[in-house]
């Protein structure tokens, strides 16, 4: 596609359910991240993954979060039990190739998707 | 540890008037630095980044930025404020596997 998309754009849940969100990435791009924003704040680093698997994932707040992109392309962010906390847009973004720094030899730019605004009730 | 600082969460410039938003970053090592701009329900948009190769960066927009390693500051300006610039603007740096935003700095140009 054109650029990254998220789905859904907006999901309302109820405390304690379960969603998916879901992130398509620009084609052919191998790295992708996951951010949550907060009201107010700047995006939150939650997870990065060089295709298929994470690359590091130590930015998942906790256990209730965790995300996939088994074919190295579509991911999709999961939470269980949600928690009012969890209420946030949760930004998807794409590069080319690992976007990190000088130390970890990356440089390519991010490409954002619109984000999902997640609101648990 | 690495942790990024916007001072100002609310600028205000009149049209036709230099720009300036301020980031202050702390890092152990050698950063890659980033500003992105959020307009109004849309995705960030990266202005420029700083990747150790010329610290004046110039990006989209008429946006610049320069690195200043001894004041560890990587301040965004623009000479000439247009209302198109109304947004939200966030610095980010990185040193490794993660990303580090500020908190956002909203720009609001005055007619």
């Known amino acids: 596609g054109a650029g990254v998309s998220q789905t859904p754009s907006n999901k309302v849940t109820e405390k304690g359910k379960y969603v998916e969100l879901r992130c398509d990435p620009i084609s052919g791009h191998t790295a992708l991240y996951w951010y949550r924003q907060s009201l107010g704040q700047g995006p939150e680093f939650l997870i990065y993954?060089?295709?298929?698997?994470?690359?590091?994932d130590s930015g998942l707040p906790n256990d209730r979060f965790f995300a996939v992109r088994p074919e190295g392309s579509v991911s999709t962010l999961k939470i269980q039990r949600t928690e009012r906390g969890d209420s946030a847009v949760y930004l998807c973004?794409?590069?080319?190739?690992?976007?990190?720094?000088?130390?970890?030899?990356?440089?390519?730019?991010?490409?954002f998707g619109p984000g999902t605004r997640l609101t648990v009730l | 540890a690495q942790s990024v600082t916007q001072l100002g969460s609310h600028v205000s410039v009149s049209e036709g008037a230099l720009v300036l938003l301020r980031c202050n970053y702390s890092s152990s090592v050698p950063p890659y630095l980033f500003w992105y701009v959020q307009y109004p329900n849309q995705g960030l948009q990266l202005l420029l980044k700083?990747?150790?190769?010329?610290?004046l960066v110039k990006g989209i927009n008429g946006f610049e930025a320069e690195f200043k390693k001894s004041e560890t500051s990587f301040h965004l300006t623009k000479p000439s404020a247009h209302m198109s610039d109304a947004a939200e603007y966030f610095c980010?740096?990185?040193?490794?596997?993660?990303?580090?935003f500020g908190t956002g700095t909203s720009l609001t140009v005055i007619p």
């Open positions: 993954f060089q295709g298929t698997g994470a690359a590091d």
């Open positions: 973004a794409s590069s080319l190739i690992f976007s990190g720094a000088p130390t970890s030899g990356g440089g390519d730019t991010q490409y």
């Open positions: 700083y990747t150790s190769a010329a610290t």
């Open positions: 980010a740096v990185s040193t490794g596997n993660q990303f580090y």
